[in-house]
């Protein structure tokens, strides 16, 4: 088991990442999000809270061997629960990867609230659990933390454009 942690400051409210994050994907950082379907909506109307699940295809760069080895498809499927707190000012999403769970599981946990040191910035902290289940679990375990690493990253400037494009200028006031 292998564990993975990132942390970044977006220079955008708590509601504008909040409203922000819905409209992620596409963005030309995220192009192998193939799609997002909800499956579940509900709000509780005594807390005001958002539960929302969704499904998510996306097509991996799968290494030929580890396609060989184990038959792994180039298309993968992860179910999110997205559990909002507007009173609390917490956005939470949980993912969990349902393609070829049985030989590698990966847990991801991401949290937006507000900068308590500066209202107009939003703190996002994100956890990532890899538990390969093969004789090359360690192998796969190492090259999971990488790829997720580069892929945080990469995600992370993807959503800035899109907060960026949504919440400067003259875009600001037709959200």
């Known amino acids: 088991m292998k564990f993975c942690q990132t942390s970044h400051s977006f220079t955008h409210s708590w509601e504008q990442v909040s409203a922000g994050w819905w409209q992620k994907y596409p963005n ?9 379907d909800v499956l579940n909506q509900q709000v509780d109307a ?54 070829n769970s049985e030989l590698l599981a990966m847990e991801e946990k991401v949290v937006y ?3 308590p040191n500066d209202s107009s910035k939003t703190l996002l902290t994100q956890e990532a659990q890899f538990t390969a289940l093969t004789r090359f679990s360690s192998y796969v375990e190492d090259f999971c933390v990488k790829r997720f690493r580069d892929n945080a990253a990469v995600g992370r400037q993807g959503f800035e454009m899109v907060l960026n494009r949504l919440f400067s200028g003259n875009n600001a006031a037709a959200i």
């Not at 950082?29 to 997002?36: E, K």
């Not at 038959?71 to 993968?76: C, E, H, L, R, Y």
């Open 46 to 99: 005594k807390t005001g809270c958002i539960r929302t699940e969704r499904l998510v295809a996306c097509k991996q760069n799968v290494p030929i061997l580890i396609k060989k080895i184990f038959g792994a498809d180039d298309v993968s499927y992860a179910r999110e629960v997205i559990e909002v707190d507007p009173k609390a000012k917490t956005f939470t999403v949980f993912s969990r990867n349902l393609t």
């Open 28 to 36: 030309e950082n995220a192009p192998h999000v193939l799609s997002v």
């Open 113 to 115: 609230c507000p900068d």
